[in-house]
């Protein structure tokens, strides 16, 4: 037997759709009153869309913003009351190695590195999730409960913080990838040598934010440039491979 809907179409998110077949550029992200990002129009470009006559809006400036740009600004700065805990019984060759490995919150490490390494790295390499709807988990504002199976299952890590793929049905889109990558790489900035080098690796999905937000963080005269794989003919994945540097 199927089993009924309990719930009306949503109408709203229906038409938004259907402009934005339209009008792709016109769609934008924003908060409900619940503060969940949802897809949303700009309605100052849509109704320049349907005119012939210069729209008054919100004074134009070039800029990259997005639902939650000032609190990722606000968790870059903020500082934390943390400390790095050697860990010898787990080391190898702990008196005479000349490499470090630290396990911990990716932005909570990073800043502690800050106390020691500020402006004396010479090469940072990352690689944050591509935002592919699968690969990318999020830390949400609230915690519950601590919960066995909720742990195994990945549904909350480990301090209880609900996690959630950021997929589109979940209504997440571009704007919590951005805020959770850009104290990252603001930081990072922080940690490199005037001469050092900074790499990323990333996918289509998000290059075009990413350039953005690297372009507005280390200056957009310091870009080298992009490096492409081109995976089609690199079949046992060894990165042998390009298509091009750009």
Request: glycine content about 4%; hydrophobic content about 35%; aromatic content about 10%.
């Amino acid at each position: 037997m199927e089993k009924l809907r309990m719930q009306s179409p949503d109408l709203t998110q229906a038409n938004i759709e259907k402009i934005a077949e339209l009008f792709p550029h016109v769609i934008t992200e924003t908060r409900d009153e619940n503060g969940k990002l949802k897809r949303a129009v700009d309605f100052d470009l849509l109704r320049q869309e349907l005119s012939d006559v210069l729209v008054e809006g919100d004074k134009e400036r070039y800029q990259l913003t997005w639902p939650g740009k000032k609190q990722a600004i606000l968790n870059a700065n903020r500082p934390i009351d943390k400390t790095l805990r050697p860990i010898k019984e787990e080391s190898v060759d702990w008196d005479n190695t000349q490499n470090l490995y630290i396990e911990g919150d990716n932005l909570e490490v990073l800043k502690l590195l800050q106390e020691s390494y500020l402006n004396k790295i010479k090469c940072i390499y990352i690689d944050p999730p591509y935002n592919t709807g699968k690969d990318f988990i999020y830390r949400d504002d609230y915690k519950i409960p601590q919960n066995d199976f909720l742990m195994e299952s990945g549904q909350v890590d480990n301090l209880g913080n609900k996690l959630f793929q950021n997929t589109e049905t979940n209504g997440r889109f571009h704007s919590d990838w951005l805020s959770s990558i850009y104290p990252t790489i603001k930081i990072a900035r922080n940690l490199l040598k005037e001469d050092g080098v900074f790499f990323v690796s990333i996918d289509d999905n998000e290059i075009h934010n990413l350039r953005k937000i690297c372009d507005e963080i280390f200056g957009v005269g310091n870009f080298v440039a992009t490096i492409i794989w081109q995976r089609a003919f690199s079949p046992k994945n060894d990165s042998k491979f390009f298509f091009s540097k750009s």
